[in-house]
């Protein structure tokens, strides 16, 4: 088995601020991604990753980018926070070829004050 | 537009009876559907999952009712137990796409009263 790290559990920020967000999986996935989780709207896609170093944007890329520089870790940065803003932030890892599983982190709690 | 569906939004039943979770979607090239079960505090983790190939999925008391003709499934949770509220997810996905991306529905928040 294997497991998703994802760093810091809760982050507590100011609006204009940069925010980073870590994510690591010792499963050896090759795909990685990021979701934004907000109460009554499930779960959207921000960034995915197919292998090291490759990024793609998902349905709600605006406002972030993302880091794949290693195989076992994805980063996630908020550009600019907004006043108010309140998600989790989970990120997930699948291996390529194998079953569709995607497996979840426990998430990062943001909010902005 | 929102490409799948779920409903109740949330939904209480009382310790054994059974749960049911609609969902429906938009996509007739979806051709996976995993549900997911989140507890408070901690990220989805997969629970059953369904192709279209299939009409039923069973794991447990767990079981997956798909009507493909009609784009929509449903996840029955029988004899539900107290340890079974969480939310839950109803996701698809369709074959080769890119980074087997996974749409995901809003989700049924379930409580079940012992």
């Known amino acids: 088995g294997g497991i998703i790290t994802q760093t810091p559990k809760f982050l507590i920020g100011q609006e204009g601020q940069k925010l980073t967000l870590k994510c690591q999986q010792n499963?050896?996935?090759?795909?990685m991604y990021w979701y934004r989780q907000d109460s009554g709207k499930g779960l959207r896609l921000i960034y995915y990753s197919i292998t090291e170093n490759d990024l793609q944007k998902g349905d709600l890329s605006e406002g972030y980018d993302a880091s794949r520089e290693k195989k076992s870790s994805f980063s996630l940065t908020v550009t600019s926070a907004q006043k108010n803003e309140m998600a989790v932030f989970l990120c997930?890892?699948?291996?390529?070829?194998?079953?569709?599983?995607?497996?979840f982190g426990p998430g990062t709690r943001l909010l902005v004050l | 537009q929102q490409q799948v569906r779920q409903s109740p939004q949330s939904l209480t039943v009382w310790e054994g009876e059974t749960a049911i979770l609609n969902c429906s979607y938009e996509?007739?090239?979806?051709?996976?559907f995993p549900w997911y079960q989140q507890f408070p505090g901690e990220g989805p983790a997969l629970l059953i999952s369904?192709?279209?190939?299939?009409d039923k999925k069973e794991d447990g008391r767990f079981t997956i009712f798909f009507n493909k003709r009609e784009k929509k499934l449903s996840l029955h949770i029988t004899d539900s137990q107290p340890g079974d509220s969480a939310t839950y997810f109803c996701?698809?996905?369709?074959?080769?796409?890119?980074?087997?991306?996974?749409?995901f529905g809003i989700g049924t928040r379930v409580l079940v009263r012992p």
């Open positions: 996509d007739s090239t979806f051709n996976y």
């Open positions: 996701a698809a996905s369709a074959p080769n796409s890119a980074g087997n991306k996974l749409t």
């Open positions: 369904i192709r279209s190939v299939s």
């Open positions: 997930a890892s699948r291996s390529t070829g194998g079953a569709d599983t995607q497996y």
């Open positions: 499963f050896n996935h090759d795909t």
